[in-house]
C-alpha cells in the first residue's frame, strides 16, 4: 500500500518561504506522477504543480515563477519550495502521487491520482 505524507508547512510573512515535502512508503520501483494540491474552506481543491517520471513540471498561473516542484526519486520524495509568498497562498495542502510515467506536461484533475497525504498547513500573513 502506498502512503504519503506532507511536512514542512507553517505560518510565515508575505515575502518569505517555505519548502513543504512528501515522503512516500510503499512505493515499487514503477513510475510515478506527482502533483501537489491546495485548498481553502469553502473552496475547490485545486493543483498548483505536478511532476512526472519524465521530468516535465507544470505550475498554476497563480504560482508560476514563484513555486518549483521537484523529486528525489531514492527517498520516494518531492518538494514544493515556495517563495515570494503570498496572504492568497495560505490553503492546506496536500500531496499526491499516481502509477504514470507522465503528465503529458499539463495539470490533471484531482481524481486522476490515486494516493494523497493528510495535508500541511500553510499561512501566510501580511
Known amino acids: 500500500q502506498v502512503h504519503l505524507m506532507e511536512s514542512g508547512g507553517g505560518s510565515v510573512r508575505s515575502g518569505g518561504s517555505l519548502r513543504l515535502s512528501c515522503v512516500a512508503s510503499?512505493?515499487?520501483?514503477?513510475?510515478?506522477?506527482w502533483g501537489w494540491f491546495r485548498q481553502v474552506p469553502g473552496k475547490e481543491r485545486e493543483e498548483v504543480a505536478a511532476?512526472?517520471?519524465?521530468?516535465?513540471?507544470s505550475y498554476a498561473d497563480s504560482v508560476k515563477g514563484r513555486f518549483t516542484m521537484s523529486r528525489m526519486r531514492p527517498k520516494s520524495t518531492v518538494y514544493l519550495e515556495m517563495n515570494n509568498l503570498e496572504p492568497e497562498d495560505s490553503a492546506m495542502y496536500y500531496c499526491?502521487?499516481?502509477?504514470?510515467?507522465?503528465?503529458?506536461?499539463?495539470?490533471?484533475?484531482?481524481?486522476?491520482?490515486?494516493?494523497w497525504g493528510q495535508g500541511t498547513q500553510v499561512s501566510i500573513s501580511s
Open positions: 499526491a502521487a499516481d502509477q504514470r510515467y507522465s503528465t503529458g506536461g499539463h495539470l490533471i484533475p484531482p481524481d486522476y491520482y490515486k494516493y
Open positions: 510503499g512505493m515499487t520501483d514503477a513510475s510515478y506522477v
Open positions: 511532476i512526472g517520471s519524465d521530468g516535465h513540471e
